[in-house]
């Protein structure tokens, strides 16, 4: 399985982004799917999470802002994210588990993408 993120840039405060996860590979492999981000010098922390059904997690930083999505006749996950702040700068991954639910627990995906940029500007 190979995960591609895009949709990164940089953005002014107040602005919005969204990021576009596509999957290939053995796609029936992938059940639930997340988003985490990792500012420098800090840990990867979890952003959102859908499981294959729709149910949704958001971190508290994030909800009312950003929004989690997918198509899964597409094989994509989106993540909508408006009224960004400074301190939402991060490398945003994208991440796949085999089985189980939704979660923010990254010990529990089993794929992971490269990254995408995102730099908001004061």
């Known amino acids: 399985v190979?995960?591609?993120e895009s949709g990164g840039g940089l953005v002014?405060?107040?602005g919005s982004l969204r990021l576009t996860c596509a999957a290939s590979g053995v796609i029936l492999s992938i059940g639930t799917m997340g988003w985490y981000?990792?500012?420098?010098?800090?840990?990867?922390?979890?952003?959102a999470s859908i499981s294959s059904g729709g149910y949704i997690i958001y971190a508290d930083f994030v909800r009312g802002r950003f929004t989690i999505s997918r198509d899964n006749a597409k094989n994509t996950l989106y993540l909508q994210m408006n009224s960004?702040?400074?301190?939402?700068t991060a490398m945003y991954y994208c991440?796949?588990?085999?089985?189980?639910?939704?979660?923010?627990?990254?010990?529990?995906?089993?794929y992971w993408g490269q990254?995408?940029?995102v730099t908001v500007s004061s």
Not at 84 to 88: G, I, V, Y
Not at 95 to 110: I, P, S
């Open 2 to 4: 190979q995960l591609v």
């Open 12 to 14: 002014q405060a107040g």
């Open 37 to 47: 981000r990792q500012a420098p010098g800090k840990e990867r922390e979890a952003v």
């Open 84 to 88: 960004l702040k400074p301190e939402d």
């Open 95 to 110: 991440a796949g588990r085999q089985f189980g639910g939704a979660t923010m627990d990254r010990g529990l995906y089993d």
């Open 115 to 117: 990254g995408t940029q």
